[in-house]
């Protein structure tokens, strides 16, 4: 295992692959060890990746003092100082774009190209405020926050996918009770992104920009993706037959997201 000591935390990271450098940043609750990773994607294949568990979670230091995006995204940027990165392009996914944000407002010179996938930035920008509350909401609402098409009629179509996706959520909700560390790294993400807002900042962005949303994304709706697009000059939209995160696996969205950081 690879660590790193940035702003008074070690943080576990990997790199991998070949070619022009890659920050990625996991979204919410999400570290190395659990899928989707982003080591399975294409992405590897041509680019040098660097992805890392967040503070708090995976093999990563949990802090006892709260932290809010904009701490997130100094470790981001720290992280890949701290390997030997002075310039690459930033990739954030879901909670990730939200840290990614922050890094390219407090970090511009090191942001070669920016990608935002399935976000926001807060503030009357927000969507669904519901990070909150995912505990205590039952499978299919769970599922259908995640995509739309998961409704009800979804649901009794399919039990199997429905019971795999119950079963893996309870295994997570398990295993993190049994590490208090990791419960205090999910609520400080649960408090830093109610508090993230950086709506009203977006147009200071210079970097080239790819923001990219689904359709069927009850999360981040394509209204709330549109509108962060149209705060940054010259950002390219996308909006996908998808949901918060079925892109994931999708070849075409990857071939997407390569041709723009060739280009």
Not at 115 to 120: A, C, P, R
Not at 210 to 239: K, N, S
Request: glycine fraction near 8%.
């Amino acid at each position: 295992m690879a660590f790193a000591k940035v702003n008074n935390i070690n943080f576990h990271y990997e790199i991998r692959g070949t070619g022009p450098r890659v920050l990625f940043i996991n979204g919410f609750g999400a570290d190395l060890k659990n899928p989707p990773r982003i080591f399975d994607t294409p992405l590897p294949q041509q680019f040098t990746v660097l992805a890392f568990d967040p503070r708090g979670l995976g093999e990563s230091d949990s802090p006892t003092i709260p932290c809010t995006i904009a701490d997130m995204a100094d470790d981001a940027a720290g992280l890949a100082s701290a390997v030997g990165w002075d310039r690459y392009h930033v990739f954030g996914a879901s909670m990730g774009g939200m840290v990614a944000q922050e890094l390219i407002l407090r970090h511009p010179v090191v942001v070669q190209k920016l990608i935002l996938g399935v976000t926001n930035a807060g503030g009357k920008n927000a969507g669904p405020v519901l990070v909150d509350k995912l505990d205590k909401m039952s499978t299919l609402e769970q599922l259908r926050l995640s995509d739309t098409r998961q409704d009800e009629a979804w649901a009794a179509a399919h039990p199997e996918m429905v019971r795999q996706f119950k079963a893996r959520f309870l295994a997570v909700r398990e295993a993190w009770q049994d590490n208090p560390a990791h419960i205090r790294g999910y609520n400080n993400q649960i408090n830093a992104v109610l508090k993230h807002n950086s709506y009203d900042r977006l147009p200071q962005i210079t970097a080239s920009t790819l923001v990219f949303g689904g359709r069927y994304d009850g999360c981040c709706p394509p209204e709330i993706i549109r509108a962060l697009a149209d705060q940054i000059p010259g950002a390219r939209y996308e909006l996908l037959e998808a949901g918060h995160g079925s892109w994931f696996v999708d070849p075409t969205v990857w071939e997407m997201i390569t041709n723009f950081l060739l280009d």
